[in-house]
């Protein structure tokens, strides 16, 4: 399928979805039984696409949203560098000592099936309702990831691989950078995406159950008050930033991962 | 000075893998196999015998059961340092390019890297791969693979050269450049080789010696023929001549009957 095609189909889609939207909402369907018009998509609960839009356009346009952008992206780019280099850390040493592994296993399951979110009010008491404990939440999620990532990327490194650069004359610092770390870092890079997409549902979850900055703050402010355009306007502003981070991600993985067998292209 | 001792000496070296449902497989019966200094030992045998375990041995990857391997003179604990090993399997790391696959041995061993690549790049020339450096081994055929991996171990000049089956994927003309390669390479510095082969041909034009394994498990080697034939030799022209088929015949019938078990057949050739 060409690019144009695949590009006006998902155009089309997203315009179906708002006129749905915005027909729910904006034209009744009958008489309700108090005698008032009846709408699908009531605006009180669902407001409408344009409300929605128009208020995105002056959030932007009056500024007042960048102080939060930027504080959602600081979290976020603090939970990530943080979790990952732990992850990357614990999970090489692991990998290398099957003891500690051994020892640790239970508890880092245990660890791991914690529903993070029921940390936010206790992360939120330790470190104050700044930015650091929204960091350090979205420092237990991306850690999980990257470290077990890190770990198997270290523990399946192909068995002929190690003995044929052991053979080739490395010493175990050698392995660590030329066989271990690279290894390593491909699962990093290909869990990038979740991993940074975890470090803000981190940054977010933490600033919707209590902070005064941030696009979770934004959206909780505005539910506090029955703003539903409020909220949703949030909500896309979410997604925009994730989006872009996304991008970013996809930007830079790219170039670090040239010798990974992708996609075979032909001309 | 190592020149009177033999390069690898294998003695009495057996091999018995434990299984993993806690099992044991007996793959290789004590064997000795020596291996003089500049000598080039052609080990042949059908496929499952333990042609690839007595390498790993001789590699110092893994003790063997009973027996010692002896290198140079000295009793080998842990890996065999002055050994480059082709591997039967793909073993070029990913991430690296063929150039730098290739360069990676001199630089661990303190080579400038500038030189390495350099070294690397005149090494994949001389394996057809000049214009290749650049691939990743997953933009790589199995053939050219191979060719890298070639030039991965000879490039370091070990002194003892171990391969499994280094042609293998390979077509014919080229197996006959290789071949020729490493038969020029090898007259220009004398190493010790153990050579890992299917085939015959190749095990006797190359070679000084043919050990022929018998078919697995407890196998052990059955045959040892030298090649007497006179060196520098001319491959291609070798196949002519009446020595050759002499020698092939007379290892083709020590062969063909351990093949045969492998699949079950009697040696008078009626299905079991
Ligand atoms: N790690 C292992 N654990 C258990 N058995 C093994 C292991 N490695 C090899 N074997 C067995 O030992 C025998 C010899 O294996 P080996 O790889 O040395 O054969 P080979 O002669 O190199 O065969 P081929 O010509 O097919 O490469 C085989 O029967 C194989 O199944
Ligand atoms: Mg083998």
Same mark, same amino acid.
Request: aromatic share 10%; hydrophobic share 50%; with cysteine.
């Given at each position: 399928m060409?690019?144009?095609?695949?590009l006006s189909?998902?155009?089309?889609?997203?315009?179906?979805?708002?006129?749905l939207w915005?027909?729910?909402?904006?034209?009744p369907?009958?008489?309700?039984?108090?005698?008032?018009?009846?709408?699908?998509?009531?605006?009180f609960f669902?407001?409408?696409?344009?409300?929605?839009?128009?208020?995105?356009?002056?959030m932007?346009a009056?500024?007042?949203?960048?102080?939060?952008?930027?504080i959602?992206?600081?979290?976020t780019?603090?939970?990530?560098?943080?979790?990952a280099?732990?992850?990357?850390?614990?999970g090489?040493?692991?990998?290398?000592?099957?003891?500690?592994a051994a020892v640790?296993?239970?508890?880092?399951?245990?660890?791991?099936?914690l529903?993070?979110?029921?940390l936010?009010p206790?992360?939120a008491l330790?470190?104050?309702?700044?930015?650091?404990?929204?960091?350090?939440?979205?420092v237990?999620?991306?850690f999980?990831?990257?470290?077990?990532?890190?770990?198997?990327?270290?523990?399946?490194?192909?068995?002929?691989v190690?003995?044929?650069?052991?053979?080739?004359g490395?010493?175990e610092?050698?392995?660590?950078?030329?066989?271990?770390?690279?290894?390593a870092?491909?699962?990093?890079?290909s869990?990038?995406?979740?991993?940074?997409?975890?470090?803000?549902?981190?940054?977010?979850?933490?600033?919707?159950?209590?902070?005064?900055?941030?696009?979770?703050?934004?959206?909780?402010?505005?539910?506090g008050v029955?703003?539903?355009?409020g909220?949703?306007a949030?909500?896309?502003?979410?997604m925009?930033?994730?989006?872009?981070?996304?991008?970013l991600?996809?930007?830079?993985?790219?170039?670090?991962?040239?010798w990974?067998p992708?996609?075979?292209?032909?001309v | 000075?190592?020149?009177?001792?033999?390069?690898?000496?294998?003695?009495g070296?057996?091999?018995?893998y434990a299984?993993a449902g806690?099992?044991?497989?007996?793959?290789?019966?004590?064997v000795?196999v020596?291996?003089?200094e500049?000598? /080039?030992?052609a080990?042949?045998g059908p @496929?499952?015998?333990?042609k !690839?375990? &007595? =390498?790993?041995?001789?590699?110092?990857?893994?003790?063997?059961?009973?027996?010692?391997?002896?290198?140079?003179?000295e009793?080998l604990?842990?890996?065999?340092?002055?050994?480059?090993?082709l591997?039967?399997q793909?073993?070029?790391?990913?991430?690296?390019s063929?150039?730098?696959?290739?360069?990676?041995g001199?630089?661990?061993?303190?080579?400038?890297?500038a030189?390495a690549?350099a070294?690397?790049d005149s090494?994949?020339a001389?394996?057809?791969?000049?214009?290749?450096?650049?691939r990743?081994?997953?933009?790589?055929?199995?053939?050219?693979k191979?060719?890298?991996?070639l030039?991965?171990?000879?490039?370091?000049?070990p002194?003892?050269?171990l391969m499994?089956?280094? /042609?293998g994927?390979?077509d014919?003309? @080229?197996?006959?450049?290789m !071949?020729? &390669? =490493?038969?020029?390479?090898?007259?220009a510095?004398?190493?010790?080789?153990?050579?890992?082969?299917?085939d015959l041909?190749?095990a006797?034009?190359?070679?000084?010696r043919v050990?022929?394994?018998?078919?697995g498990?407890a196998?052990?080697?059955i045959g040892?023929?030298?090649?007497?034939?006179?060196r520098p030799?001319n491959?291609?022209?070798?196949?002519?001549?009446?020595e050759?088929?002499?020698?092939?015949?007379l290892i083709?019938?020590?062969?063909r009957?351990e093949?045969?078990?492998?699949y079950?057949?009697?040696?008078?050739?009626?299905a079991?």
């Amino acid at each position: 399928m060409s690019r144009v095609k695949l590009l006006s189909l998902q155009v089309l889609v997203a315009l179906v979805a708002l006129g749905l939207w915005h027909i729910g909402s904006t034209i009744p369907f009958g008489t309700g039984a108090n005698g008032k018009p009846f709408y699908l998509l009531p605006q009180f609960f669902f407001s409408t696409p344009g409300a929605v839009i128009g208020r995105v356009f002056t959030m932007f346009a009056d500024g007042s949203v960048y102080a939060h952008l930027w504080i959602t992206l600081v979290e976020t780019v603090l939970a990530f560098t943080i979790g990952a280099s732990l992850g990357i850390l614990i999970g090489f040493w692991f990998a290398r000592k099957p003891l500690v592994a051994a020892v640790f296993d239970p508890y880092v399951k245990m660890m791991n099936a914690l529903p993070r979110v029921v940390l936010a009010p206790i992360f939120a008491l330790w470190f104050g309702l700044g930015i650091w404990s929204k960091v350090w939440l979205g420092v237990t999620l991306v850690f999980f990831i990257v470290f077990f990532n890190v770990y198997q990327g270290v523990r399946e490194v192909p068995q002929v691989v190690l003995q044929n650069a052991r053979m080739l004359g490395m010493s175990e610092r050698h392995l660590l950078r030329h066989v271990y770390w690279p290894a390593a870092l491909s699962w990093v890079f290909s869990s990038l995406h979740t991993s940074v997409g975890f470090a803000v549902v981190g940054a977010v979850v933490g600033e919707y159950l209590g902070s005064s900055k941030g696009l979770g703050y934004l959206i909780h402010q505005a539910e506090g008050v029955f703003d539903v355009t409020g909220v949703f306007a949030g909500m896309v502003i979410l997604m925009i930033f994730v989006m872009a981070i996304d991008f970013l991600v996809t930007l830079i993985e790219k170039p670090l991962l040239v010798w990974r067998p992708g996609e075979t292209k032909t001309v | 000075m190592t020149g009177a001792l033999p390069a690898v000496q294998l003695n009495g070296v057996s091999v018995v893998y434990a299984l993993a449902g806690g099992g044991r497989y007996e793959a290789v019966q004590p064997v000795d196999v020596r291996v003089a200094e500049g000598e /080039f030992v052609a080990i042949l045998g059908p @496929t499952g015998c333990g042609k !690839s375990t &007595l =390498l790993n041995i001789a590699a110092g990857l893994m003790p063997p059961s009973s027996g010692e391997s002896v290198i140079y003179g000295e009793k080998l604990a842990g890996l065999n340092s002055v050994a480059g090993y082709l591997f039967q399997q793909d073993a070029l790391m990913p991430w690296k390019s063929a150039r730098d696959n290739v360069a990676i041995g001199l630089e661990v061993a303190g080579m400038a890297r500038a030189n390495a690549l350099a070294a690397a790049d005149s090494m994949l020339a001389k394996v057809g791969l000049a214009a290749f450096g650049d691939r990743y081994p997953h933009q790589l055929s199995g053939g050219q693979k191979k060719r890298v991996a070639l030039a991965q171990v000879l490039v370091r000049r070990p002194k003892i050269l171990l391969m499994d089956e280094p /042609f293998g994927p390979l077509d014919a003309q @080229t197996r006959l450049i290789m !071949s020729e &390669l =490493l038969l020029d390479l090898w007259q220009a510095d004398r190493k010790a080789v153990m050579f890992v082969t299917h085939d015959l041909d190749e095990a006797i034009a190359l070679s000084d010696r043919v050990l022929i394994m018998s078919a697995g498990p407890a196998s052990r080697i059955i045959g040892d023929f030298p090649i007497p034939l006179p060196r520098p030799r001319n491959i291609a022209e070798l196949r002519g001549e009446p020595e050759f088929h002499r020698l092939h015949a007379l290892i083709w019938n020590a062969l063909r009957d351990e093949v045969r078990k492998t699949y079950g057949l009697t040696s008078a050739g009626s299905a079991a």
